[in-house]
């Protein structure tokens, strides 16, 4: 059934007052920004390391999430058991509790003084005050968000798809990186993209475990406390316009790579 433009005008002016809230608070940032300071932050050595740091420690989290995270994701939505409802509650607490409370968790689980800390201390990986320690917390915020996308993903998938791979005599590997991964790839994306963007900007979690090296969160809040809003404006705005230009980046591969397929 078609709608009717008018449908379509009611549900779109609906929905704007959400795009208008985001832009909102977004366009008056960028209004009231100092654009001379914007403009000299870009040279600053202290702000381009943040920036770079927030990017690449976010792409490892979700990196290391994907690797283990598929295979989980995938288990879950294709069986059913007793305690599926708690294990996936347990997946999804990172996205309940307070992130500072989700640092200190993370804290006290790889401090030098615990097991797991110790180990890594000894092997030369200090987790505290490091980068290992910001891809620990990003990693430990953002682990629902991959998960729940790719479960949901698998989930659009038919079994029947892949039993008659399996009854042609495909092997499971092959079955799972030849036809499911293939078939879920719209929703991994999403899932890789959205894990991302949760761990580039945490900033509750890597607080506790890291303050420094800082990275983009972290220096906002340093400049914000030390300067004043006139400071940390500049280094929000870059931080806003390297998401903003990620994620459109990701979005048009995305959506390229759909058309690429839906022609063939």
Known sequence: MQRSSREWLFLLSM???LVLYILWPLGGMFL???WGIVASSFSDSEIVGALWRSIWTAAAATGVIALFGTPLAYFLARNTF???SVLEAIIDVPIMIP???AGIAVLMAFSPKA???ALLTKAGLSPVNSHLGIILACMFVSIPFYVDAARDAFYGVSPRIERAARTLGAPFLSVFFRVSLPLAKKGLVSG???SWARSVSEFGAVVIIAY???VAPTLIYDRFATFGLKYSTPVAV???LVCLGMFVVLRLLAAGKRREDEER
């Open 82 to 84: 007793r305690g599926k």
């Open 15 to 17: 929905g704007s007052f």
């Open 99 to 101: 992130h500072t409370v």
């Open 192 to 194: 890789l993209i959205m």
């Open 238 to 240: 870059q931080l806003i």
């Open 212 to 214: 420094h090296p800082m």
């Open 115 to 117: 097991p797991a800390g």
């Open 32 to 34: 009231r920004a100092d």
